[in-house]
């Protein structure tokens, strides 16, 4: 329930202004939204690969939120992995910890059909 409401809400600042968009991020509605760890325990994989490209569709950059759901990632496969690695990237990500990038290159040098 809570991502459907984020990717609506993504869609919907996708045509605001700067401006506007910024005092919705910064509304107390949105970050209770995020608040909580719906997004980073319950979640399956695909789910939170989700959660971050609507983030990056509103232009939200939140460090700590980017580093649990990079850390919550179970047993992706290679394309929710290359999906996750994109994104973060377009975010210009700098994971805190180097596990997480440790993991995703053994992650991906495992994959035979890489």
């Given at each position: 329930m809570k991502l459907h409401l984020?990717?609506?809400l993504a869609k919907r600042l996708r045509d605001v202004d700067k401006k506007q968009r910024q005092e919705v991020l910064k509304s107390s509605q949105f970050q209770s939204l995020l608040k909580g760890s719906w997004c980073t325990d319950i979640m399956q994989d695909t789910k939170k690969?989700?959660?971050l490209y609507a983030l990056w569709e509103m232009r939200y950059r939140d460090e700590p939120l980017m580093d649990r759901l990079s850390a919550s990632f179970h047993r992706p496969n290679a394309q929710t992995l290359t999906n996750l690695l994109y994104i973060l990237g377009k975010f210009h990500y700098k994971p805190s910890d180097s596990t997480f990038l440790e993991r995703s290159a053994a992650l991906l040098k495992a994959e035979p059909a890489l």
């Open positions: 984020l990717q609506k690969v989700s959660v």
